[in-house]
């Protein structure tokens, strides 16, 4: 993607991490329930609204293994691309083909897992390293206090790893904890990107001491940015502008937030 698709205007022009459903059934542990659907029209409307050309699908895990509307958008909209949930046997035919229709990785939502899969063993020893032939990623959901033990693994195992929410670091240590500075290695490393997203659900003051540390160690070449829209659970705090508004109170500087849509053009719509 050239980088005339970065306009000369505020950023951004992609937004790197939103759900989108409609009648889709809820896994059985779906931690939330929302109460409303939030289609592609309405997820395409937004970015229309607010002049942002790019958008990056992220699979929810309210919906479990169930993808298709994910993929049925991504089929009718080259502007958009997203990544699925898909257990650990899936075979390198399917995830060829889910590469073929804009799906750019898996995401692995652990976040609430009391505990690991061992990933250095199979089943998922052979699909991280599937994934990594298949040009896919991991997108990682992990509580930061798991990336020093995490991060090393996926490193090893070969595959390239996008980290939601500023790696979801500790509420107390904020931007000083060891998830972050297990973050910062493996983008220095090279084989790492880090999402400024959904500030709004850290303890105030972390978005902003992770937002300084991540643009001063890394460098906007390795983050993106994304709305978490539809904001579930924060619907009534924060809505699109709201997202919008913080990240350039995030990122002040204009020319940052372009690099910052350089990197997202040049991982999601390459």
Request: charged letters at 20%.
């Amino acid at each position: 993607m050239p980088d005339a698709a970065v306009t000369a205007g505020e950023a951004p022009a992609v937004d790197a991490h939103a759900h989108i459903f409609a009648a889709i059934p809820f896994a059985e542990d779906a931690h939330s329930r929302p109460a409303y659907d939030y289609p592609v029209e309405a997820y395409l409307a937004d970015l229309d609204r607010h002049g942002i050309t790019h958008g990056v699908i992220a699979a929810a895990s309210l919906f479990g293994t169930c993808n298709d509307y994910t993929l049925a958008a991504l089929d009718a909209h080259p502007n958009l691309r997203g990544t699925v949930i898909l257990p650990p046997e899936t075979g390198a035919p399917e995830l060829r083909a889910l590469a073929a229709r804009g799906v750019v990785g898996v995401r692995l939502v652990w976040r609430r897992l009391a505990e690991l899969p061992d990933i250095g063993a199979e089943p998922w020893r052979g699909f991280l390293r599937r994934l990594a032939d298949c040009g896919l990623h991991v997108e990682l959901l992990a509580g930061g206090a798991r990336l020093p033990a995490l991060l090393p693994q996926f490193a090893q195992a070969g595959v390239e790893v996008v980290l939601d929410h500023f790696g979801v670091p500790s509420r107390e240590a904020g931007a000083a904890c060891a998830g972050m500075d297990a973050t910062i290695r493996a983008v220095q490393d090279g084989r790492a990107w880090v999402k400024i997203s959904a500030g709004f659900r850290l303890a105030p003051g972390v978005a902003e001491a992770c937002t300084e540390r991540l643009l001063r160690e890394a460098g906007p070449g390795r983050l993106l940015w994304g709305s978490d829209a539809p904001f579930v659970n924060h619907e009534t705090q924060v809505d699109f502008a709201g997202a919008i508004d913080l990240y350039r109170r995030l990122v002040p500087d204009p020319e940052t937030r372009r690099a910052i849509d350089r990197t997202a053009l040049a991982l999601y719509f390459k």
